[in-house]
């Protein structure tokens, strides 16, 4: 089993950045592939971005061009830059990791982003 732990989720003004980080133990293993979804009150969970062991990443088009994915495969660790930040962004922020392609998923507590004035 998996344990992720999300951090560097708060408040921030319209415009400004954030830094998210999950960091992953219980394996040895470098994660197949790591991902950040989205819940916004009231809405489905969406994905975000997610980055493979090879580095193909993958974005939703409502963050291409302002979030950027990358991860620290030796620390199993996967980052969201978030730029630009919009109060569209404004939800909880889940890590989730499949340790093999045809794995588990396992998911992390979540971390709150607040894009507001």
């Known amino acids: 089993q998996v344990q992720l732990v999300e951090s560097g989720g708060g408040l921030v003004q319209p415009g400004g950045s954030l830094r998210l980080s999950c960091a992953a133990s219980?394996?040895?293993?470098?994660?197949?592939?790591m991902a950040w979804h989205r819940q916004a009150p009231g809405k489905q969970r969406e994905v975000v971005a997610s980055?493979?062991?090879?580095?193909?990443?993958n974005y939703a088009d409502s963050v291409k061009g302002r979030f950027t994915i990358s991860r620290d495969f030796a620390e199993n660790t996967v980052y969201l830059q978030m730029n630009n930040l919009r109060p569209e962004d404004t939800a909880d922020y889940y890590c989730?990791?499949?340790?093999?392609?045809?794995?588990?998923?396992?998911w992390g507590k979540g971390t709150l982003v607040t894009v507001s004035s």
């Open positions: 980055m493979t062991k090879s580095g193909t990443s």
């Open positions: 989730k990791a499949r340790v093999t392609p045809l794995g588990a998923e396992n």
């Open positions: 219980g394996t040895r293993s470098t994660i197949y592939v």
